[in-house]
Each structure stands twice: as structure tokens, then as C-alpha cells.
């Protein structure tokens, strides 16, 4: 069991770690959504932490950045965010920690194998469905269309959960009781 302290510090650095990755150079595709790499803060996020720490990280996260701090790719932060075509993605950062965290605190066998399955899960399958219907209530596009658009991040994404994999393998190997979500 961790101090209150200790979870507060814990939630508050992977805060920072997505607003790092954040950093990372964009690529934004032709109909205006980005590639990032803040999606893997996600993913490690929920793996590491488990559901509640993981959840609250990204939640302080997704605060900061309706305050209006640029902590989004590409310097963006503000309430104006929350209109854009990428707003289904910011507001599903907490659920989708959440549920990567949950899906991790779980599975049991290999670290790797379960942390890439969590985040498959959580990092990619509830994001992209907050993504879809974000993409879809705010443009004019159709949900099909929506959904068609968002095929074309399968690749990253799945480099992101081999990534998270790899990871909280090297992690566990080092120290066993930094996976909270093993805890």
C-alpha cells in the first residue's frame, strides 16, 4: 500500500509524462487529426498505476488542460480544445486509463504480454471509441466516415502497445513493486 503522498506524486508524474510525450513532433494527418505519441502516456498510465491512479492521472491531466495549459501536441491547451474534431480522444484519456489499468490488474502470466493486451484494450479500443464519436458529433462527417478515418492509426497504435509492453517489462524486471497495478 502506498501513502496518500506517494499516489498523489505517482498520478501527478504520469500527468507529466503524457504532457512530455506531448513534445514529441505531431503528425497531422490531411483531415486535420493528429498522430501523437500521448496516447502511450495513456497506455502506460492505466498499465503502471492500475485503474483508480491511472484513471486520476490522465483526469489531472485532461484538468490541466482545460485550465488552458498547452500541454496537448502541438502547444494546444483551453477550453477550445474540447470543440475540436480531436475532443472524443482528450475527454476519453481517464476512461481509457481506467480501463487499461483494469484490464491489467486482472490478467495474470506475462507482464509484457498482459500489459500490451491492457493496453490494446484500454489504450486503443475505448480511446478510439471516444475518438469515433468525438470525430463524429464534431464535424460533418458520418460515423462511418468516422470510423474509416481512425483505421488508418491501427499501426502507431500498435506500435505504442508493443512499446507499453516492452516497458512494463523492463520495469518489472528492475522493480517488481513499481507496477502498482500487479500490487
Do not use: C, N
Request: net charge positive; hydrophobic share 60%.
Amino acid at each position: 500500500m502506498h501513502s496518500p503522498e506517494k499516489s498523489i506524486a505517482l498520478i501527478a508524474l504520469f500527468a507529466a509524462l503524457t504532457a512530455a510525450l506531448g513534445l514529441i513532433p505531431q503528425f497531422t494527418m490531411p483531415w486535420g487529426v493528429p498522430i501523437t505519441a500521448q496516447s502511450l502516456g495513456v497506455m502506460l498510465a492505466g498499465a503502471v498505476l492500475g485503474a483508480k491512479r491511472g484513471g486520476l492521472s490522465m483526469l489531472l491531466f485532461v484538468g490541466l488542460v482545460a485550465l488552458g495549459l498547452p500541454l496537448l501536441a502541438g502547444g494546444r491547451g483551453g477550453l477550445g480544445v474540447f470543440a475540436s474534431p480531436t475532443a472524443g480522444f482528450v475527454v476519453g484519456f481517464p476512461i481509457a486509463a481506467f480501463v487499461t489499468g483494469l484490464v491489467m490488474e486482472r490478467l495474470r502470466g506475462s507482464i509484457a504480454l498482459s500489459a500490451g493486451v491492457a493496453a490494446a484494450i484500454g489504450g486503443v479500443l475505448v480511446l478510439y471509441v471516444f475518438g469515433m464519436v468525438g470525430f463524429y458529433l464534431l464535424t460533418d462527417r458520418t460515423l462511418f466516415a468516422a470510423i474509416g478515418i481512425l483505421w488508418v492509426y491501427i499501426p502507431g497504435d500498435l506500435v505504442k502497445v508493443v512499446v507499453t509492453g516492452l516497458i512494463l517489462r523492463g520495469l518489472y524486471q528492475a522493480r517488481p513493486g513499481a507496477i502498482l497495478s500487479r500490487g
